[in-house]
């Protein structure tokens, strides 16, 4: 059968076609990279550490082994190499936080420090709505402006906590790959946020970014107090120098709620109650956070005394050199909504964190 001129041209165009992606392929392989190209492959940052919590290096793919609901998988994407990071700093400006907002944004500050100029990062704000006061940028003068410009409103009450770590993960970290993570600066509490808690470490499942929040310890009764003697005022004049003068609160009080022991200065018959109280909320924030970390393989951490260069310089460290494992999941994943994912390293006296598991998402 003769082929025509026509049909000889297209077929060396075909062969050569061919010649040049198997080229191109083979050079990936010999890099490392991925060659597969799939929506579906599933990403899993790892961290891993010795047991006094110092990263360690020079882990190769075949240390590894990755486990969906307890089968193995094949690892078809492994990097172990210094990659960019971008980060969104969330600080706390709710009612709560206003006797330790210093030390939130004098740490914010402190983190920032530590970017490199490849580093991109973001400032959002949160009280009674989420308030992004950067966007995503390497410029470190314009974010430590951003962070200084957080401040408490005045009347509004509201901690839209988990509404806050929800939109920067849905909305401002869309469509990012590679190192992402959520520094989280928070007394924990949250307040009038539309997402449940349940349902956003529902959502935290779909994605590989790691948050890792930072718990300051509030105590609302100390905070109130120091409200009030800076606006002797806001009662109507409840203290001398006040407008109205008189040295008690409306009602004859000498606190809040009347009365000769109102309940509001230590001593108070309610003074005890009031603080298991503060002390069950701050336990209850300290889990929640605790499962947001947990969750996405990021670290949880609490706050004593403001003071976190050090423990900033190591989150740093482990976002800077984790490693990142992808594999395609069997078929049959799709049957299936939540699939668990355990990672191991054969190295003795290792300890390893990654992401929990995730969730077939429909388009």
């Known amino acids: 059968m003769k082929i025509s001129r026509g049909w ?14 198997f080229s191109a392929n083979a050079q990936d392989a010999a890099s490392g990279e991925t060659i597969k190209v799939d929506t579906r492959l599933v990403s899993v940052p790892v961290i891993v550490s010795d047991r006094n919590g110092r990263y360690v290096p020079n882990l190769t793919a075949a240390d590894f ?11 078809e994407f492994f990097a172990a190499t210094e990659e960019p990071l971008t980060i969104a700093l969330l600080i706390d400006t709710s009612q709560s936080t206003r006797g330790v907002l210093g030390d939130i944004k004098d740490s914010a500050v402190s983190f920032i420090k530590l970017l490199t100029p490849k580093d991109r990062a973001m400032i959002v704000s949160f009280d009674y709505d989420t308030h992004i006061l950067s966007g995503l940028t390497a410029d470190q003068d314009q974010l430590k402006k951003a962070i200084k410009s957080a401040e408490i409103p005045d009347r509004e009450y509201g ?7 929800y ?10 790959k590679g190192r992402k993570a959520i520094i989280l600066l928070t007394d924990g509490k949250d307040a009038g946020s539309r997402i449940a ?18 718990m300051f310890t509030t105590d609302e009764r100390r905070a109130m107090m120091r409200q009030v003697l800076r606006r002797g005022d806001i009662f109507g ?6 407008r109205r003068g008189g040295g008690r609160f409306p009602g004859g009080g000498r606190f809040p709620g009347g009365g000769r022991n109102g309940g509001g200065f230590p001593g108070g018959r309610d003074d005890s109650r009031r603080r298991e109280r503060i002390e069950r909320e701050n336990e209850e924030a300290k889990e929640f956070l605790q499962s947001l970390a947990d969750t996405t393989a990021g670290r949880f951490y609490e706050s004593k005394d403001g003071k976190l260069k050090k423990l900033f310089a190591s989150i740093v460290e482990e976002l800077r050199f984790q490693y990142r494992l992808g594999f395609y999941p069997p078929d049959e994943s799709v049957d299936k909504q939540l699939h668990e994912i355990k990672v191991r390293v054969v190295r003795p006296d290792t300890v ?11 388009p």
């Open 8 to 21: 000889r041209i297209a077929i060396l165009i075909l062969k050569i076609a061919v010649l040049y992606t």
């Open 197 to 214: 808690s349940g349902e956003l470490l529902y959502r935290l499942q779909e994605t590989d970014t790691l948050v890792y929040p930072i």
């Open 352 to 362: 390893v964190r990654s992401r929990s598991g995730y969730r077939v998402t429909t």
């Open 65 to 75: 082994s990755v486990f969906q609901d307890s089968k193995l998988q094949n690892i």
């Open 167 to 176: 939109e920067t993960i849905t909305r401002s970290f869309a469509g990012i």
């Open 237 to 242: 004049g409840g203290f001398p120098g006040g």
């Open 159 to 165: 901690t839209l906590l988990r509404d806050a770590t």
